[in-house]
Each structure stands twice: as C-alpha cells, then as structure tokens.
C-alpha cells in the first residue's frame, strides 16, 4: 500500500509542475526527492518513466534492472561527432560495375592545391592517374584498356587521401 502512496504523490507532483507551467527540469528539492524515493521502489514502467526523467534533467541516476540493482550506474560515453557531409570531399563512380567508361564525379569543396585521381589495381600498382584542376568536375575513364577485375579509384590531396572508391571492371 505504501507504493501506491508513493506512485500518487510523485505523479500528482508531476502534475503540479504542469499546472505550474513549469517543466520537467524546473523541479524544487523537495519534488526531487519524492521522485528518487518512487524509482528505488520497483522497476516498472512509471518507475522507469521518473528514472529518466531525474537522469536526463538531474544527473539522477539509477542502474538498470538487469540484476545489478544497487550497483555503480554506467556512465554516458559521448562519442566524438563525425565530420559533416558538406565537409567532407565527395567521390562518386556511375556506373558501377564499368565495362566501358565510367564517370567519375568529385567536389573537394574547400581543399587547397592540387589533387590528383589515381586508379589501382588489385596488387596497388596505379594504371591511371590524372591532376584534378577544378574543384568540382567529372571525368569520363575509359575503361576499354583495363583488364576486368577490382580497382580502387581514389582522389588525392595535398592535405592526404579524400575519397576512395571500389570499381568492378567487367569484360
């Protein structure tokens, strides 16, 4: 019967804070607390919903309920941001797989000095390479010449690589 009083009280308080015009992370000390007494009754979905709720806005909180209740909560890992897209330079190969030509299409948009467009094949050994003048452009290869099999297109700067990409050359 005490977590029935206990789940009244924490959601009524919730409500409280809505009728307020508050938020969930606008909480007074007190509301806090009876929160943390809810979430160390039971793991339920309510105790669940108020345990987020404390971690997310209050540093609040509590280990899941894996069989380890009581134990150290894991810590949030933040994992360093990818670069974004329009950041980085793009290279592109259509069609793919080639038995004839194949478009090569690149934007190194902000990269300084000149690139180059290398082909390797499968053992490295490069069999086409060409400079990039322009920034964005796209470059027909005439892949008549090489022997079918896989090779590695790829747009170099002087800064180091920007972009590889696998080419499958039919006969």
């Known amino acids: 019967m005490e977590n029935a009083s206990i789940y009244r009280e924490s959601w009524c308080s919730i409500e409280v804070v809505h009728l307020d015009a508050r938020t969930e992370a606008k909480l007074t000390q007190a509301e806090i607390a009876t929160l943390k007494a809810f979430i160390d009754v039971e793991h339920d979905r309510p105790n669940s919903l108020a345990s987020n709720l404390l971690c997310y806005n209050y540093g609040i909180c509590r280990s899941p309920y894996t069989g380890d209740a009581g134990a ?23 069609p793919n797989p080639a038995n004839a030509w194949v478009v090569v299409s690149y934007d190194l948009l902000d990269q300084q000095g000149v690139s180059q467009l290398v082909v390797r094949n499968a053992l490295g050994s490069t069999v086409h390479a060409e400079p990039v003048i322009q920034a964005a452009c796209q470059v027909i290869l005439d892949t008549r010449a090489f022997p079918a099999g896989a090779y590695a297109v790829e747009l170099l700067c002087p800064t180091g690589p920007a972009g590889t990409e696998r080419l499958i050359i039919q006969p």
Do not use: N
Request: cysteine-free; overall charge positive.
């Open 72 to 94: 150290e909560p894991k810590a949030l890992v933040r994992r360093p941001m990818k670069p974004a897209e329009e950041t980085m330079p793009k290279l592109k190969l259509k």
